[in-house]
């Protein structure tokens, strides 16, 4: 029997019309016996009337309900519009059935009586609706024999969001979440119910109700958050221990049906507090029918520049970069994602001039994306030319070679570290940003900048070493109580720089909105009570000092730059300083001799000269 039950489609088909069968006949012939009083009189004079007005009753209950789907719908998710058709079908039936009798046996002594109609009716209708709503409830038992170890959760947001999640968990039948109560600001809401769930509280009352129930999960189900309320929420979780789960911001709710496969960790930018910023908006006529070059295609700001030009429509993609492990990762991704778009990918050192003028010259590139670039503050701070040959450069080598060879737009990503920069890698960031502007001068190529901070998760950065840190029991190292920085994630950053590139048309350091400054040693106290451990009694804390070439803050924008707003209200523009080209490129050519000759107090001297702010700590 339970093969019927958790079988196929066809076998549940089958069991209800097998039902239906005994249930309408039952119906039928109970009306007959209990209505007229003389079974015997039935029998013998209105045998043959009796049996054609069943025959007739089948044909229109089951045309009846096939006609309106009670054998093609899921009985065991059945809400109100499922049983409010089963009982359109029945009531059609009965109308149906009542003159289609009449009027065959028009020419008959007797004639169905009036009661049968009504009680078979009532009968067949009841016993329809009550066997269809007692598969529900015993599919519901199955769902609790099948999840006994489920996770307490609470729910955060008791609106259409979270009703839609109390449904599809209720729906799926090998979910985790046992779903004990919910939570809203809206004090209309409290002592509210959402499908039995009680609406117990505020967010301000999480705690408590986390211990009064062993809540274990706590789910934000709220898509329209700003990033401040999920700062605020997390931080009141953080205070329980709980996982923390969410609903997906750009999650579809047309159809809630899949709502539990959705269900997905909390990430560092929602703690963090990042507004997200929806990456669909970027308009995809910018890139039809275009070819497109990315330099440092590998690293996270180049694989995502990728991913997202693949995306929106470019005709071609011209991956390049030195490293190729990165590389080949991302191109394998693209080839098995993007069937349409035509890819290649380049290994090569931007550093060597012929061979950039070639890969130019043989891909005549209509957009460039200068993302290669050497970025780690402590290794450039002890191989300053190698930070010189290959940002600078590299630099240099790339952007004559798209002046060369007609390309339409060039777009540098820079950092806020090329602000009053405090390293050897911020000033050669800060002389590429002075390159693009000098050379947009002169070049029917337009050239131009976007700078921003740092990338949530990118390589190198502090976030997945912190997380190493905690998987390994322990310190977390940062390097001072007051240090902060900016973050923002891959998509966004990438996302914006493209409407940079979009918007640009020549001579403009791009700056991007990256929102409020986060505290590093925050950032390290998170990332411990997401894992569920509790800061300095699990996992130490230790401050180790400033390296060499950090600062305790950066900046996006230099005072003599000003700022000026762009359609966009995430990006806006610096003006652009005056910059001498003769005294720019006589100084290049002496960093280059300082450069070959491995002369680092030398090399770092002339990029103090060239770069105004810039002193080593």
Wanted: charged fraction near 25%; glycine fraction near 6%.
């Amino acid at each position: 029997m339970n093969t019927f039950w958790t079988g196929g489609a066809k076998y549940r088909k089958y069991l209800l019309m097998v039902a239906d069968f005994f249930l309408f006949s039952a119906s039928y012939f109970l009306s007959w016996f209990v209505m007229v009083r003389r079974p015997d009189i039935v029998l013998s004079e209105r045998i043959d009337l009796m049996l054609f007005g069943y025959a007739i009753f089948m044909a229109i209950f089951f045309a009846s309900f096939w006609l309106f789907g009670m054998y093609e719908s899921l009985w065991r998710y059945a809400e109100a519009y499922e049983f409010l058709k089963c009982m359109f079908a029945i009531a059609v039936a009965v109308a149906v059935f009542v003159p289609a009798t009449w009027v065959i046996f028009v020419a008959q002594e007797y004639r169905i009586p009036l009661t049968v109609y009504f009680i078979s009716g009532t009968m067949a209708g009841a016993g329809a609706l009550f066997f269809r709503t007692a598969y529900r409830a015993y599919r519901s038992t199955q769902l609790h024999r099948h999840t006994k170890n489920r996770k307490k959760v609470l729910i955060v947001g008791a609106g259409e969001i979270g009703a839609a999640v109390i449904q599809g968990l209720e729906r799926s039948l090998f979910h985790r979440y046992d779903v004990v109560c919910a939570v809203d600001d809206d004090p209309a809401k409290r002592g509210r119910r959402i499908r039995k769930i009680s609406v117990a509280g505020t967010t301000r009352d999480i705690p408590r109700l986390v211990e009064r129930h062993g809540i274990q999960v706590i789910l934000l189900a709220i898509t329209n958050a700003t990033g401040k309320e999920k700062r605020r929420i997390s931080s009141i979780c953080a205070k329980t221990k709980c996982e923390l789960k969410k609903i997906p911001d750009f999650l579809d709710f047309e159809n809630t049906s899949d709502v539990v496969s959705r269900i997905e960790d909390f990430s560092l930018e929602d703690l963090l507090g990042r507004d997200v910023v929806d990456v669909r908006r970027f308009r995809q006529k910018f890139l039809a029918g275009q070819t497109v070059m990315v330099t440092g295609a590998g690293g996270t700001i180049g694989s995502e520049l990728c991913r997202q030009i693949a995306a929106h429509g470019a005709e071609k993609l011209v991956m390049v970069d030195v490293v190729e492990n990165g590389m080949y990762e991302i191109q394998q991704e693209l080839i098995y994602k993007f069937r349409d778009i035509k890819l290649a990918a380049e290994v090569a050192n931007i550093r060597e001039e012929a061979r950039t003028d070639a890969l130019f010259a043989q891909y005549k590139p209509n957009l460039v994306y200068h993302a290669a670039a050497h970025k780690h503050v402590p290794l450039m701070e002890n191989a300053p030319e190698e930070a010189v040959n290959n940002n600078i450069f590299g630099t240099l080598n790339v952007a004559r070679a798209a002046d060369r060879h007609g390309t339409k737009r060039f777009v540098l990503i820079s950092t806020d570290k090329a602000v009053n920069p405090t390293n050897v890698y911020g000033a050669t960031k800060r002389v590429c940003e002075m390159l693009v502007q000098t050379l947009n001068a002169d070049s029917k190529t337009e050239f131009t900048a976007v700078r921003f901070g740092n990338v949530l998760g990118s390589n190198g950065s502090v976030v997945p070493l912190f997380k190493a840190q905690i998987a390994s029991g322990g310190p977390l190292r940062v390097m001072h109580k007051e240090i902060i920085r900016f973050f923002m994630t891959v998509s966004e950053a990438v996302s914006l720089v493209m409407s940079a590139g979009e918007m640009a048309r020549g001579g403009e350091i791009f700056v991007l909105d990256m929102g409020d400054p986060v505290k590093i040693l925050d950032l390290a106290e998170m990332l411990i009570r997401m894992s569920g451990l509790e800061p300095y009694k699990d996992i130490e804390i230790e401050i180790t000092g400033l390296r060499p070439g950090e600062k305790l803050y950066e900046e996006l924008l230099m005072a003599e730059e000003g700022m000026k707003t762009t359609s966009n209200n995430k990006i806006f523009i610096g003006s652009p300083i005056d910059i001498s080209p003769k005294y720019l490129f006589e100084s290049l050519d002496e960093l280059k001799k300082a450069s070959n000759t491995n002369s680092r107090d030398a090399l770092v001297h002339k990029l103090k000269e060239m770069v105004p702010g810039f002193y080593k700590m």
